[in-house]
């Protein structure tokens, strides 16, 4: 099994940036694609931006070109750099490891407007 620990959340003005960061208990990235995942409230949770084993990245739509996936494997700790948040990026964010099916406990990301 594996442990993800999300960390790097916080209260921001619309405009700023945060990086969040998802520390694995163990090297999982050459077998498991990792998404990042967020539920405002009220809403379902949505899939924000993954990364494959393969280094490759996808992003959703209302993201794209402002959050970037990212991954250290010597630190086994994978990345999501938000710039240019606005007060809908408001949830919380989870880290999810594909192949376990593993999720962490969640940081929570606010934007003031």
């Known amino acids: 099994q594996v442990q993800l620990a999300e960390s790097g959340g916080g209260l921001v003005q619309a405009g700023g940036s945060l990086r969040l960061s998802c520390a694995t208990s163990r090297n999982i990235f050459s077998i498991s694609a990792m998404h990042w995942y967020r539920q405002a409230p009220g809403k379902q949770r949505e899939l924000v931006a993954t990364i494959t084993h393969f280094n490759t990245t996808n992003y959703a739509d209302s993201v794209k070109g402002r959050f970037t996936i990212s991954r250290d494997n010597a630190r086994n700790t994978v990345y999501l750099q938000m710039n240019s948040l606005k007060p809908e990026d408001t949830a919380v964010y989870y880290c999810?490891?594909?192949?376990?099916?593993?999720w962490g406990q969640g940081t929570q990301v606010t934007v003031s407007s």
């Open positions: 999810n490891a594909a192949f376990f099916g593993t």
